[in-house]
């Protein structure tokens, strides 16, 4: 198993630009979200699906939107890129909920 | 308000030495989880160890133990002759059964540096 990978590892972007974070896992598991981390406020959920065709807002979710079609895939879209959204995004999922989340390696964004 | 406090930032160590990371929770919801994750230098998150409400057996594997007390709502995790690959952020997380989106509220993390 792969277990839950995430392209591309970096990325630099133009304010205003607008881009899509993939996230895949290969473990079936029901549950995916996003989180973003930065220095001083820790990780931080911004959107997250309890299954395909599910999705929901997180605690940060302004300037980002998700689809879930498949059980495998999460996909986060950054609409028009600020500043403010540089930051490393991590994907995760788990099987169910609340069972331990594994995540994938990180995406580290730059938003010029 | 703050679910999950890490009140060491940085813990400096001594090859061989044992480290305890601290974590104090809050939560009203009688059913939750508690986690400890660990990101190392090259900045993926691993999973280390799961706990919920229920269960407060403590735990020993390998190096690594953890102490769950409820009374004092503490999850705090021990690594016994530290070694230099210890090196890492720590964090403890916690999920609540009663919030629909199961997200993992972490604390601010605690950097162990273990120096050979």
């Known amino acids: 198993n792969a277990g839950v990978t995430q392209t591309p590892k970096f990325q630099v972007l133009k304010t205003g630009q607008s881009m899509t974070l993939q996230c895949a896992q290969d473990?079936?598991?029901?549950?995916m979200s996003w989180y973003r981390q930065d220095p001083g406020m820790g990780l931080r959920l911004i959107h997250y699906?309890?299954?395909?065709?599910?999705?929901d807002q997180g605690e940060v979710p302004n300037g980002y939107n998700v689809s879930r079609s498949t059980t495998e895939d999460f996909p986060l879209r950054l609409l028009s890129a600020a500043p403010s959204q540089t930051s490393v995004y991590f994907c995760?999922?788990?099987?169910?909920?609340?069972?331990?989340?594994?995540f994938g390696p990180g995406t580290r964004l730059t938003v010029t | 308000a703050q679910k999950v406090t890490q009140a060491q930032t940085e813990i400096s160590v001594v090859e061989k030495e044992d480290v305890t990371l601290d974590c104090v929770y809050e939560?009203?919801?009688?059913?939750?989880?508690l986690f400890w994750y660990k990101q190392p230098p090259s900045g993926e998150l691993v999973f280390l160890i799961r706990?919920?409400?229920?269960?407060?057996q403590n735990e020993i594997s390998g190096r690594y133990s953890w102490n769950f007390q409820k009374s004092t709502s503490s999850f705090n995790f021990t690594i016994t002759a530290s070694q230099v690959v210890d090196s890492a952020v720590y964090f403890c997380?916690?999920?609540?059964?009663?919030?629909?989106?199961?997200?993992?509220?972490f604390g601010a993390g605690t950097t162990v540096t273990v120096r050979a």
């Open positions: 997380a916690l999920s609540e059964a009663g919030s629909n989106d199961y997200k993992l509220s």
């Open positions: 995760a999922s788990s099987r169910p909920p609340s069972m331990e989340q594994y």
């Open positions: 706990r919920n409400s229920f269960d407060e």
């Open positions: 939560t009203r919801d009688t059913t939750y989880y």
């Open positions: 473990m079936n598991h029901e549950y």
């Open positions: 699906s309890v299954g395909a065709g599910i999705t």
